[in-house]
């Protein structure tokens, strides 16, 4: 089975600040991931796929990058509707569709 | 713009079943597979399964082949998960998921939260 390991769990930052999360998957999965934003009692939300495209509609100052195992979700500014949980999520092997643990982005 | 609305929260006891409706809108019903997502409190999404409405195929995942079942009405642009002998860690918030991508869902559902309990 495939695995995706997100670090950290959880990041404290501050309004400004350049926030980087890392999503770790135990194949090689190409460029297939996602990245989503969850807030509390809300389905989640696509940001980014395919590693690096930008949904529609989502701010520019998120971005993806990274390939084969090691990807990266970058917020360059953090703002505060950015405080949510982030999870990766990969889609080459599609019959199992997998996702990271998690990172929660609090405020410092 | 493409909607999927959920039925409402359900309470379960152990080794009942439950099933869950998702109702689509906004574009045609069988142009995209629906997947069924869920999620136990403070835990990451853990992805179930997904059935395409225009032919009726459905693929489950592994950890729960033989208890769950999807379904479709097309004439009611509807799908159904159908979960069996429920246990309490199958309490959680239940969504039914798609998109124009295989793999990856631009559209949720509202959730449906499941809880099991004696």
């Known amino acids: 089975d495939i695995q995706m390991t997100q670090s950290p769990s959880t990041l404290s930052a501050s309004i400004g600040d350049r926030v980087t999360i890392t999503c770790r998957a135990s194949l090689n999965i190409s460029s297939y991931l996602t990245w989503y934003q969850q807030k509390p009692g809300q389905a989640p939300k696509l940001l980014i796929f395919r590693a690096s495209s930008l949904e529609r509609g989502v701010p520019s100052r998120f971005s993806g990058s990274g390939s084969g195992t090691d990807f990266t979700l970058t917020i360059s500014s953090l703002q505060p509707d950015d405080f949510a949980t982030y999870y990766c999520q990969q889609y080459y092997y599609y019959s199992e569709l997998a996702f990271g643990g998690g990172t929660k982005v609090e405020i410092k | 713009q493409v909607q999927l609305v959920q039925s409402g929260a359900e309470v379960k006891k152990p080794g009942a079943s439950v099933k869950i409706s998702c109702k689509a809108s906004g574009y045609t019903f069988t142009s995209y597979a629906i997947h069924w997502v869920r999620q136990a409190p403070g835990q990451r999404p853990e992805w179930m399964g997904w059935?395409?409405?225009?032919?009726?195929?459905?693929k489950y995942s592994q950890k729960f082949q033989g208890r769950i079942i999807f379904t479709g009405d097309t004439s009611a642009s509807t799908v159904y998960m159908d979960l069996s002998s429920l246990k309490s860690a199958d309490t959680a918030v239940y969504y039914c998921a798609s998109g124009v991508a295989l793999g990856y869902f631009e559209y949720w559902g509202q959730g449906t939260l499941v809880t099991v309990s004696s």
């Open positions: 059935t395409n409405p225009g032919n009726g195929n459905t």
